[in-house]
């Protein structure tokens, strides 16, 4: 039985390790279309990006493992009838597949050498090159990459502009009020923020704002997003949701018995939350590759998390368990702490700086626990006490 994991990113190296922890000792190949050894991307706009550390490399012996690993090679389509990955280095066939493409960050029109993504290693070295005391820099997307960026840009002893086009900061991810609440934290680093700013166009030397605005930039950081990178399966019949992701069942399989997607590339449906969620975080990566290693061994794993998340910001370490719905009841757990609920049942969880708080709510919401909200809304009394 080969199993071909195509996505050399945390997704793909931690089914690939779960697989052999789960006893599979047949051949299994992981295809990376970056010519690196595998890494890890949350330090790359932390640690990596401030200079702290030279790399973010998985300190996993692939050769020890039975791991084959083919970087810098690229699957560009696939035949799922004849089982086979047409890639830029030859045919490859496989007995199992797993999708693990993550996501590609979105872009803007004709940027020049000055514009930087950060979503790979390549990313973060060349940005962190160019960042340096005095640096002017503009930030486009005040969400989560664009929020880290600017903290290690000012930690840096850049000028640092943020232009973000929605209302606050973080919109789309969170609640207006909590992004409403993280303006300060700009202020207090240094970092100006210009929110219900478009960005027109972006040349060498300055970002052009749509009402006329023009801001001068030595660097420009574009963090305004990533979509599925799913490009290559285009015409394969690998069920694809109205996003781009890969539609996975709710045992991550994709369409075919054979098949299964994970991570940032794929949808799942969500009995717990009552629709299909798309997680681009960490943790999803980690614990979907666990599930597909079991369901690819003979398991009937159903995948259905509580999605957990982390940024760190501006000195604050902001983390969220569950999925908010604004609409869900909301409780307030003194100043850093605010937890949904429906039904009396504990459904998300944000932090800041509260990882005890964290802790026991994304517990609390694993096990459905029925919560006192005049418990939980009191610091003072543990957040697992509040659960009946
Ligand atoms: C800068 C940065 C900081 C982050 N910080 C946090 C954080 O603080 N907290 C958090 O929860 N999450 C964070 N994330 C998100 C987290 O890193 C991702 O959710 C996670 O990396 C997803 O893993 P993945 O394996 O699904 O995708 P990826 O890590 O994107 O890996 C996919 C790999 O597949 C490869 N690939 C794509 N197409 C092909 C192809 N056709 N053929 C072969 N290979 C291909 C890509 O080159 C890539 O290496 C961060 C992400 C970034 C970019």
């Known amino acids: 039985m080969a199993v071909v994991i195509v996505g050399a990113g945390m997704a793909g190296v931690q089914t690939a390790v779960a697989l052999r922890e789960q006893g599979y000792t047949g051949s299994l190949t992981l295809l990376g279309a970056e010519p690196h050894p595998p890494y890890d991307r949350p330090p790359l706009s932390k640690d990596v990006l401030l200079g702290r550390a030279e790399h973010s490399r998985f300190e996993i012996d692939f050769d020890e493992l039975g791991i084959g690993l083919a970087l810098g090679r690229r699957a560009l389509s696939l035949d799922a009838e004849a ?3 047409r890639t830029d280095a030859g045919d490859l066939g496989y007995e199992h597949l797993v999708l693990a493409t993550g996501a590609a960050p979105i872009t803007l029109p004709g940027l020049p050498a000055s514009a930087f993504l950060l979503r790979t290693q390549d990313d973060a070295l060349a ?3 160019a960042l340096r005391p005095g640096t002017r820099v503009v930030v ?3 969400g989560w990459i664009g929020a880290e960026a600017a903290t290690v840009a000012r930690q840096l002893g850049c000028e640092v502009t943020v232009v973000e086009a929605a209302g606050s900061p973080l919109a789309g991810a969170l609640p207006t009020e909590f992004g409403e609440r993280t303006r300060a934290w700009y202020a207090a680093a240094g970092a100006r923020l210009l929110t ?3 960005v027109g166009g972006v040349t060498t030397g300055s970002v052009q704002l749509t009402d006329g605005r023009e801001l001068p930039a030595d660097v420009v950081v574009v963090g305004i997003g990533a979509r599925p990178d799913n490009a290559w399966l285009a015409g394969s019949g690998i069920p694809l949701d109205d996003r781009g992701a890969v539609r ?4 991550l399989r994709a369409g075919r018995d054979e098949v299964f997607a994970v991570g940032d590339c794929a949808s799942f449906p969500s009995a717990r939350y009552g629709r299909r969620l798309a997680v681009h975080h960490w943790d999803n990566a980690l614990q979907g590759a666990r599930v597909v290693a079991a369901n ?4 009937e794993l159903v995948y259905d998390p509580v999605p957990y998340f982390w940024s760190e910001q501006f000195d604050h370490m902001v983390q969220v368990a569950g999925v908010i719905d604004p609409a869900a009841e909301q409780v307030a757990r003194g100043e850093d702490t605010v937890l949904w609920l429906r039904k009396g049942r504990l459904e998300a969880v944000l932090t800041v700086d509260k990882p005890r708080d964290l802790a026991q709510g994304r517990k609390l919401i694993d096990a459905g626990a029925l919560i006192d909200p005049t418990k939980a809304a009191d610091p003072g009394i543990q957040l697992k006490a509040a659960g009946v």
């Open 83 to 85: 089982r086979t990955i």
């Open 127 to 129: 940005l962190r090159a």
């Open 140 to 142: 486009v997307g005040a």
């Open 196 to 198: 219900a700013s478009a």
């Open 248 to 251: 996975a069942d709710a045992r």
């Open 296 to 299: 690819i061994l003979g398991g």
